[in-house]
């Protein structure tokens, strides 16, 4: 089957400017992607992990099916994949379809924390578990590997552990949580306990060979339309573009802080190459100036119930049909994806997903910053 060059309204000329601004510092180029974090990269570790119910119209853009993204296509972390030439990486937890493992593993799963789960946790697999889960899945591999080396066909050689790269996408939803039960002053001081957290993580794998890391920040995460619904009935908590001013400072800090962790573990550790990527400036400027990049709603959820101005109701799922105030209906899909940035009140859509990666290849939102191989697998990311 063909592949079919697609390019979004207004994006020709920033993939094509995305190409020409090719920084040097970091190379984008590994033998191995190691994955961990949220529902941002989860490729189907949730629904592997304890069932949880995601099927169409999550995956309808591009699989045409269901693929355990919180998503209608492809997330961040598949864009990435794809640039470096990849397939897809296969979730830790899914052992059904004889995945291969050759070039990467996915510990990401949706609802993940960066602080350890509790008892009462949407998902039990947080950011200590998953580096469990990664401590096994070496130890095993190489145990394999040196009774079958024709293993090598579906597992990452030894030397893949030390040159590939562990990458985090996480912290989203430790902010998220703490917003129901504490002010703003407070979660901001919890920012530290957080992100201690994270740095014992990291460590961690550093001790296990991890030697390229590759951090996002969090997003704007007052844009969502679940949290605009829950904390934004005082349009007065607004910005000029319709977020939630409150998380979004969270946010900031929060990112500040990663930041600043992310220098200190280069000293700390002056073999380890630590990329971190402002996931939140992409974002937010692409929610900001939303037209200029082909899209007609930046707040709206493409698949909700309520209509805009958020088309979001925390009653009903996306896909779901209930009854509410006497009537059945269905949260359903909008006709068009690629018009919207977020897709389910929590999630981006695939659109602004590939969006946000091209961005990412520029290099100009890392530090340090972004080299990418110049073939012509760069523009992967554009085809469908």
């Known amino acids: 089957m063909a592949l079919k060059l697609v390019v979004l309204p207004a994006l020709a000329l920033t993939f094509i400017s995305s190409y020409l601004v090719l ?31 995601l099927g169409l119209p999550d995956g309808l853009t591009f699989f045409h099916e269901r693929s355990g993204r919180f998503c209608d296509g492809r997330v961040i972390v598949d864009f990435l994949i794809s640039a470096m030439g990849k397939p897809f990486l296969s979730p830790y937890l899914d052992s059904v379809g004889a995945p291969s493992f050759q070039t990467g ?7 993940t924390t960066l602080l350890p789960a509790r008892a009462n946790s949407f998902s039990p697999f947080s950011l200590d578990i998953q580096v469990k889960q990664f401590i096994r899945f070496k130890a095993r591999v190489l145990e394999l590997l040196t009774k079958d080396k024709k293993l090598q066909k579906y597992l990452p050689k030894e030397e893949y552990f030390s040159q590939g790269v562990y990458m985090f996408d996480i912290g989203q939803n430790d902010l998220d949580g703490a917003f129901y039960s504490k002010s703003e002053n407070e979660v901001v001081a919890f920012i530290p306990t957080i992100l201690a957290e994270f740095d014992t993580r990291l460590q961690e794998l550093y001790n296990q060979g991890a030697r390229n890391f590759w951090i996002h920040n969090t997003g704007p995460l007052g844009c969502l339309p679940r949290i605009i619904a829950k904390f934004g009935n005082d349009t007065s ?7 939630l001013s409150s998380h979004n400072r969270a946010a900031k800090l929060f990112n500040a802080q990663l930041h600043d962790l992310c220098l ?13 990527v402002d996931i939140f400036s992409i974002k937010l400027n692409l929610i900001s100036n939303y037209t200029q990049f082909g899209f007609k709603q930046p707040i709206a959820a493409c698949c909700g119930y309520g209509g805009l101005p958020l088309n979001f109701d925390s009653r009903i799922a996306c896909g779901q049909t209930k009854v509410l105030n006497g009537s059945s209906v269905t949260a359903k899909p909008c006709d068009n994806t690629s018009e919207y940035i977020n897709w389910d009140g929590n999630h981006y859509t695939e659109a602004a997903n590939q969006y946000v990666s091209t961005q990412i290849l520029t290099g100009k939102y890392s530090n340090p910053p972004l080299v990418v191989p110049v073939q012509s697998r760069f523009y992967n990311l554009m085809l469908f």
């Open 23 to 53: 920084l040097s510092a970091a190379n984008f180029s590994y033998p191995a992607v190691f994955n961990f974090g949220d529902s941002n990269s989860d490729t189907g570790g949730l629904v592997a992990g304890i069932g949880f119910p």
């Open 105 to 111: 593993i996915n510990f990401a799963t949706g609802g």
């Open 237 to 243: 908590k607004l910005d000029e573009a319709g977020c």
């Open 264 to 276: 200190r573990f280069r000293q700390q550790f002056p073999e380890a190459n630590v990329t971190y």
